[in-house]
């Protein structure tokens, strides 16, 4: 069974940046796309980004495209997303998934992690 445990959020004010890392253990998703969303309250869970263990190609949500960034590191088995120039919207909570049924941006992965809190003071 495969286990992803995300870190990294906390309070900052808008404009600041934070790193969310998510760290998997158990197995190796090698063969799947890893995949960032959020969920706002009384929201539904919208998709962030993605990326691909082999060749790091990554995909972006236009809400998020040139402030986020999403990278891994093969060696620690970690994902990592990088957000700059936050504003109070992006506050949610931040889960990484791993293997999709489907296309990327849906929500209908295998493995969730348990999500960290991002809020943005404005």
């Known amino acids: 069974q495969g286990r992803l445990v995300e870190s990294g959020g906390g309070l900052v004010q808008a404009g600041d940046s934070l790193r969310l890392s998510c760290a998997v253990s158990?197995?190796?998703?090698?063969?799947?796309?890893m995949g960032w969303f959020r969920q706002a309250p009384g929201k539904e869970r919208e998709f962030v980004g993605a990326i691909r263990w082999s060749g790091g190609t990554t995909y972006y949500a236009d809400l998020v495209k040139g402030r986020f960034t999403i990278s891994r590191d093969n060696t620690k088995n970690t994902v990592y997303l990088q957000m700059n120039s936050l504003k109070p919207e992006d506050t949610a909570v931040y889960y990484c998934?791993?293997?999709?049924?489907?296309?990327?941006?849906?929500?209908?992965?295998?493995?969730w992690g348990q999500g960290t809190q991002v809020t943005v003071s404005s």
């Open positions: 158990g197995r190796t998703f090698s063969g799947y796309p």
């Open positions: 998934a791993a293997g999709p049924h489907g296309d990327l941006q849906t929500p209908d992965y295998a493995y």
